[in-house]
């Protein structure tokens, strides 16, 4: 991907790929290609989460939180801070209260 591309990922989705220092740990091609997928993934999903939602049988939170749990999954085209960082943007595109998510530092 060319470095010189318009697209701006917002700073909370290049944190993910900052170094203690403040550096990215990745180039900025592979930065911007990965908020492309994670937006991408989010507005995909508002319909579902909507659906889900609707059927009456999940609360918001239990929605986002069922979206976390599959885009964290092992096997996922995802990292498990990508998915928070998804999970986040759903919310927010769908203004819901952003889940408290389980913590996936570790992983």
Aim: glycine share 6%; charged share 20%; proline share 7%.
């Amino acid at each position: 991907m060319d470095d010189t591309s318009q697209i701006q990922p917002p700073p909370s989705f290049a944190e993910l790929f900052r170094t203690r220092s403040g550096k990215l740990s990745e180039p900025i091609g592979t930065v911007v290609a990965r908020y492309e997928l994670c937006e991408d993934l989010a507005c995909h999903l508002t319909e579902q989460a909507q659906t889900l939602y609707h059927s009456g049988n999940s609360s918001e939170e239990q929605v986002l939180l069922g979206m976390h749990a599959g885009l964290a999954a092992e096997g996922s085209v995802v990292s498990p801070l990508e998915a928070g960082w998804i999970v986040q943007r759903l919310a927010e595109l769908l203004e819901w209260r952003a889940p408290l998510l389980p913590d996936s530092s570790a992983e």
